[in-house]
């Protein structure tokens, strides 16, 4: 069973950091999937805000946390990451991870933007993200 674990979430003041962690457990890939990070604010759509390729290559952004975000995994590890800085109140949200099934890498930037076209996605329980200004 897959299962994906979010945690380091909570308060920054606008400007500061957060850095958000993903255990990934149960999943094993044949060719590889796409790993991502989304979130969801009050009264929005969830929305894609990084995604990679399992086994590497392209890292894409949405275009919000262009130059403030930087997503990596650790494959010894089985964790994703999303080191946040430059912190705004528009990035208040619940923040999610997600693993998509088998797909190929030039899915990804796709699949982050419209996950729900694709089947066999497994999401975490999310971590909430509170930016004060």
């Known amino acids: 069973q897959v299962q994906l674990v979010e945690s380091g979430g909570g308060s920054a003041q606008a400007g500061g950091s957060l850095r958000l962690s993903c255990a990934v457990s149960?999943?094993?890939?044949?060719?590889?999937?796409?790993m991502g990070w989304f979130r969801q604010a009050p009264g929005k759509e969830r929305e894609g805000v990084a995604a990679?390729?399992?086994?590497?290559?392209?890292?894409y952004y949405a275009d919000s946390v262009k130059g403030r975000f930087t997503m990596s995994q650790d494959n010894a590890k089985n964790t994703l990451a999303l080191q946040m800085d430059s912190l705004k109140p528009e990035d208040t949200a619940m923040y999610y991870c997600?693993?998509?099934?088998?797909?190929?890498?030039?899915?990804?930037?796709?699949?982050?933007?419209?996950?729900?076209?694709?089947?066999?996605?497994?999401w975490g329980q999310g971590t909430q993200v509170t930016v004060f200004s």
């Open positions: 997600a693993a998509s099934g088998e797909l190929a890498d030039r899915y990804c930037g796709n699949w982050y933007v419209f996950p729900l076209r694709y089947l066999g996605n497994v």
């Open positions: 990679l390729f399992s086994t590497g290559g392209s890292t």
């Open positions: 149960g999943l094993t890939y044949g060719s590889g999937g796409c």
